[in-house]
Nanobody, 119 residues
């Protein structure tokens, strides 16, 4: 069974950093595009970042220059390095998988990890 397990969330002050991890089983992540999607109370779910099977990274405008997505194929894991965090980044962050980055539905989802940015 496909499983995506996120970790690394927590409480951080504005301007701080966190690194989220997405560890996969049941599929090989380097065959797919992998992304991070976030959901906050009272807001629409929105894509944060996507990395292609070839390593090409894409970012939402709101996180461009602050977040970096990467993959470690040997560990079957994708990361999201989040720097200069803002209170508006507070959300549940979900790892998701599909064939290609772009305007297509996500096929698999993790359970999410909570990121809270507060002073």
């Amino acid at each position: 069974q496909v499983q995506l397990v996120e970790s690394g969330g927590g409480l951080v002050q504005p301007g701080g950093s966190l690194r989220l991890s997405c560890a996969a089983s049941g599929l090989t992540l380097d065959d797919y595009a992998v992304g991070w999607v976030r959901r906050a109370p009272g807001t629409e779910r929105g894509g944060v970042s996507c990395i292609t099977s070839g390593g090409d990274a894409h970012y939402a405008d709101s996180v461009q220059g602050r977040f970096t997505i990467s993959r470690d194929n040997a560990k079957n894991t994708v990361y999201l390095q989040m720097n200069n965090l803002k209170t508006e980044d507070t959300a549940a962050y979900y790892c998701a998988v599909k064939d290609f980055c772009g305007p297509y539905p996500w096929e698999y989802w993790g359970q999410g990890t909570q990121v809270t940015v507060s002073s």
